[in-house]
């Protein structure tokens, strides 16, 4: 069987811009072909591939998107050494418990994280996330976690740089606790949201004199 593989890359110097697919006949012979490139490459895609382990993608040390959607990953460890990542999609996977948040704390760069469609069913298996201390945007929906109770409440009151999660953005009657807004200031209509509006109003209308 062949499988094909998207290889996505820029080397640092700017110079060298592969986007190709590379067919192989095992994902080992393709790790083998890349083992060159690795330190350089800035995205990887290896989506829907079967996957269920990591062990060379902790070389890729400039990585900055990393697509590993549909696979049977149980482990993400080896992730942790890609301490520039900005973009990690890992949904889809049999993730249950996530590192702790003293590796998370090295992943300074991370805003957006999609975990939704993976098997963790407490707080516990994602408190790691605690670490990781610049994430805007996460996903968890689809998983045993997300049917809880206080679900998406417990997560916005911990996890402090969220502006969005599974999809929709974080409004403040969420982020202050037991604080009900009246309707008038709900969601579209937060005072954050008011300021924003009269802050652009405030500079376009001074930029035309």
């Not at 192989?24 to 989506?47: I, Q, T």
């Not at 300074?108 to 516990?124: F, P, R, V």
């Not at 911990?158 to 403040?172: E, H, P, Q, T, Y």
């Amino acid at each position: 069987m062949v499988l094909c593989y998207e290889k996505c890359f820029l080397s640092e110097n700017g110079r060298d811009t592969f986007h190709k697919d590379i067919k192989m006949d095992s994902l080992e012979g393709y790790w083998a072909y890349l083992v060159n490139y690795l330190e350089d490459m800035l995205m990887v895609r290896l989506s829907s591939l079967l996957l269920k382990s990591l062990d060379q993608i902790g070389s890729c040390r400039a990585l900055r998107i990393c697509i590993l959607a549909d696979n049977f990953l149980t482990r993400i460890e080896a992730l942790m050494e890609c301490t520039h990542l900005v973009k990690l999609d890992l949904k889809g996977n049999q993730i249950v418990q996530l590192p702790d948040a003293s590796c998370w704390s090295h992943l300074k760069e991370l805003q957006l994280l999609y975990l939704h469609d993976n098997n963790m069913s407490t707080w516990n298996n994602i408190k790691g996330l605690l670490g990781c201390l610049n994430l805007t945007a996460l996903t968890l929906s689809d998983t045993p976690l997300s049917l809880k109770k206080n679900y998406r409440h417990c997560l916005v009151n911990n996890i402090w740089s969220l502006k969005a999660l599974d999809n929709f953005v974080i409004s403040d009657e969420e982020i202050i606790q037991n604080w009900s807004l009246p309707f008038r200031f709900k969601a579209f209509y937060s005072p954050t949201l008011i300021i924003q509006r009269w802050i652009r109003g405030h500079l376009i209308r001074k930029s035309l004199g």
